[in-house]
């Protein structure tokens, strides 16, 4: 599309950057001293510079010596955590989850966790994410949190077989309440916790109900190699295979981490009869010393998307996908034995393209392109840590940090601008949450929401 100056104005022009852009066969490249025309918050078109002018326009963003990539996308978190953050150090996984975290929820209220998701949305516009993907309690309050701060999401109430029938009905009704809220700018989930956490009778009564209404599944699975060796020894199966059983690789299905992926499991997961994407979140997993890594370079020779993903800022510290999409390239080198693999523009693929597929998003996020809603950000590129640059995708992904996003839009709105967080009082929500914690992490009253024994 070339625009014309005889064209009503444009919401917002940006001007005079370097635009990544995906060619036919879906490889990275780069448009320098380009422009990019945002009107009703779809990317009209993708131009130069000199084209767009004396274009009108209702606002001008001048990128000069900046990068505009689509928003980034946390395939996976547990945003309200951010209350956590710090709180479970140097521990292993069982201890983690049995003697801080799930005591420490058993205290959760809604108000917690609103205060929690303001602070994540927050710090994910800072770093350029601009969705995500949301597995957790009390989502209502995640929501709004979303309507109000102008990101993007796809939220699930995740539940737990413990929690009674009630649990998973909460989720239905969470998903079929908020779909397509906040201008279309919510998808929604069934949210099972695990195939651990969670039986074989409300796995498959979750696959129904996913057929039944149309939405995907959101779950963890196969998160590291004990939990797939313990499902071995106690039911002769897979996490994987459980879920084939249970019908949820029928659905349209997300599925967390997936360290724990056997050779097993590849077949399983290529004839699954829905779309299948896992999240990737690396720093945990060596955090965590867990022996293995999401096999990316096996799920995607079947035909899977991975996306990236921090997990919850209790286990990882960060909600920063910047810092995920580099240790998810370093990490697929050393475990495959080979330099050439995970490149920078296969990086930058899977934040993409692929993160977008991953999260039901693949045909309206991901990436700059005329029809695509304008997701964007912006990345200064002017400092002594990014010059000179050889090769840009490889600037991007090993010398960038979240901190060199510059401005945020998400649907043409400008979330952040030149630093400046324009949608959360940060200072008011960290007063409030800071009155909170003594509360919300007292452990005396020896509670769990649940117990990990895989």
Same mark, same amino acid.
């Given at each position: 599309?070339?625009?014309?100056?005889?064209?009503?104005?444009?919401?917002?022009?940006?001007?005079?950057?370097?635009?990544?852009?995906?060619?036919?066969?879906?490889?990275?490249?780069?448009?320098?001293?380009?422009?990019?025309?945002?009107?009703?918050?779809?990317?009209?078109?993708?131009?130069?510079?000199?084209?767009?002018?004396?274009?009108?326009?209702?606002?001008?963003?001048?990128?000069?010596?900046?990068?505009?990539?689509?928003?980034?996308?946390?395939?996976?978190?547990?945003?309200?955590?951010?209350?956590?953050?710090?709180?479970?150090?140097?521990?292993?996984?069982?201890?983690?989850?049995?003697?801080?975290?799930?005591?420490?929820?058993?205290?959760?209220?809604?108000?917690?966790?609103?205060?929690?998701?303001?602070?994540?949305?927050?710090?994910?516009?800072?770093?350029?994410?601009?969705?995500?993907?949301?597995?957790?309690?009390?989502?209502?309050?995640?929501?709004?949190?979303?309507?109000?701060?102008?990101?993007?999401?796809?939220?699930?109430?995740?539940?737990?077989?413990?929690?009674?029938?009630?649990?998973?009905?909460?989720?239905?009704?969470?998903?079929?309440?908020?779909?397509?809220?906040?201008?279309?700018?919510?998808?929604?989930?069934?949210?099972?916790?695990?195939?651990?956490?969670?039986?074989?009778?409300?796995?498959?009564?979750?696959?129904?109900?996913?057929?039944?209404?149309?939405?995907?599944?959101?779950?963890?699975?196969?998160?590291?190699?004990?939990? /797939?060796?313990?499902?071995?020894?106690?039911?002769?199966?897979?996490?994987?295979?459980?879920?084939?059983?249970?019908?949820?690789?029928?659905?349209?299905?997300?599925?967390?981490?997936? /360290?724990?992926?056997?050779?097993?499991?590849?077949?399983?997961?290529?004839?699954?009869?829905?779309?299948?994407?896992?999240?990737?979140?690396?720093?945990?997993?060596?955090?965590?010393?867990?022996?293995?890594?999401?096999?990316?370079?096996?799920?995607?020779?079947?035909?899977?998307?991975?996306?990236?993903?921090?997990?919850?800022?209790?286990?990882?510290?960060?909600?920063?996908?910047?810092?995920?999409?580099?240790?998810?390239?370093?990490?697929?080198?050393?475990?495959?034995?080979?330099?050439?693999?995970?490149?920078?523009?296969?990086?930058?693929?899977?934040?993409?393209?692929?993160?977008?597929?991953?999260?039901?998003?693949?045909?309206?996020?991901?990436?700059?392109?005329?029809?695509?809603?304008?997701?964007?950000?912006?990345?200064?590129?002017?400092?002594?840590?990014?010059?000179?640059?050889?090769?840009?995708?490889?600037?991007?992904?090993?010398?960038?940090?979240?901190?060199?996003?510059?401005?945020?839009?998400?649907?043409?709105?400008?979330?952040?601008?030149?630093?400046?967080?324009?949608?959360?009082?940060?200072?008011?929500?960290?007063?409030?949450?800071?009155?909170?914690?003594?509360?919300?992490?007292?452990?005396?009253?020896?509670?769990?929401?649940?117990?990990?024994?895989?």
């Amino acid at each position: 599309m070339t625009p014309s100056a005889a064209d009503s104005p444009a919401d917002l022009i940006i001007s005079a950057c370097t635009v990544l852009v995906h060619d036919d066969q879906e490889r990275i490249g780069f448009e320098e001293d380009a422009a990019i025309l945002v009107r009703d918050g779809v990317v009209e078109a993708v131009t130069t510079t000199a084209a767009a002018a004396d274009l009108p326009a209702a606002e001008r963003l001048d990128a000069r010596g900046q990068v505009a990539l689509p928003g980034l996308i946390n395939c996976h978190t547990h945003a309200p955590m951010v209350a956590l953050r710090g709180l479970a150090e140097d521990l292993p996984t069982q201890e983690w989850f049995n003697d801080v975290v799930w005591p420490v929820e058993s205290n959760l209220t809604e108000k917690d966790v609103e205060l929690g998701a303001r602070l994540a949305c927050a710090e994910m516009i800072r770093a350029g994410v601009t969705c995500f993907a949301d597995h957790y309690f009390a989502m209502d309050a995640v929501a709004r949190v979303v309507a109000d701060c102008g990101m993007r999401a796809l939220l699930g109430e995740a539940y737990f077989t413990s929690l009674g029938p009630e649990g998973r009905e909460r989720s239905l009704e969470f998903a079929l309440r908020h779909r397509g809220s906040a201008d279309g700018r919510i998808t929604t989930a069934l949210a099972p916790h695990s195939p651990y956490t969670v039986d074989d009778t409300d796995l498959a009564a979750t696959a129904r109900l996913a057929g039944e209404h149309g939405l995907p599944v959101h779950l963890h699975a196969a998160e590291n190699r004990d939990q /797939t060796e313990a499902s071995l020894a106690r039911h002769g199966v897979t996490p994987i295979e459980v879920l084939e059983r249970t019908g949820i690789l029928d659905t349209d299905v997300l599925l967390a981490h997936g /360290t724990g992926i056997a050779e097993r499991d590849l077949p399983v997961l290529e004839r699954a009869a829905g779309r299948t994407a896992v999240a990737t979140a690396p720093r945990g997993y060596l955090k965590f010393a867990w022996p293995d890594t999401t096999p990316v370079r096996a799920l995607r020779g079947i035909g899977v998307d991975v996306g990236l993903a921090t997990d919850g800022a209790a286990s990882n510290n960060s909600l920063d996908v910047w810092e995920s999409m580099a240790l998810t390239s370093l990490v697929q080198k050393s475990s495959e034995g080979d330099p050439r693999w995970l490149t920078s523009r296969q990086a930058l693929h899977h934040a993409t393209l692929q993160s977008a597929r991953a999260v039901g998003l693949g045909d309206s996020v991901g990436s700059i392109a005329p029809g695509r809603r304008a997701d964007i950000v912006l990345v200064d590129l002017t400092g002594p840590h990014t010059q000179p640059v050889h090769d840009l995708a490889a600037t991007l992904v090993h010398s960038a940090r979240s901190a060199d996003v510059r401005t945020t839009i998400v649907d043409g709105r400008i979330l952040m601008r030149d630093r400046t967080l324009l949608t959360i009082d940060v200072p008011m929500v960290v007063r409030e949450l800071e009155e909170r914690l003594p509360a919300l992490v007292d452990r005396s009253h020896g509670r769990r929401i649940q117990d990990y024994d895989t």
